[in-house]
């Protein structure tokens, strides 16, 4: 399994969850948010990110908290992008939590 694939099971599996949970069809979600199946079928299997609006979207359909769902899309995403570079991340992660709390 890809690192990228890897990284963002966190999102993906939730939404699979969601879905599954509320007894919808891929191609139910897809339509609900717009875009074509195919593109909705690789951000559930993590293959790729959803958008920021398709998050907010897909909280509403599934009636959860957006914040909650922003919290794991936005992990993934920086998950994404130090996934390859273990050695640093923890650093550079620490440097930008500083950055926030001021």
């Known amino acids: ?17 969601l879905r599954e949970d509320k007894q919808l069809l891929q191609r139910q979600v897809s339509a609900a948010l717009e875009i074509d199946n195919a593109l909705y079928c690789k951000i559930e299997r993590g293959d790729r990110l959803a958008k920021r609006e398709q998050v907010v ?7 959860v908290d957006s914040k909650a769902l922003l919290v794991l899309w936005l992990a993934d995403k920086i998950n994404a992008t130090v996934v390859e570079e273990k050695e640093l991340a923890l650093d550079a992660l620490s440097i930008v939590e500083q950055s926030i709390k001021k």
């Open 1 to 17: 399994m890809s690192s990228q694939i890897l990284s963002t099971m966190l999102f993906a599996e939730k939404i699979r969850q």
């Open 57 to 63: 979207k897909l909280a509403q359909l599934f009636a």
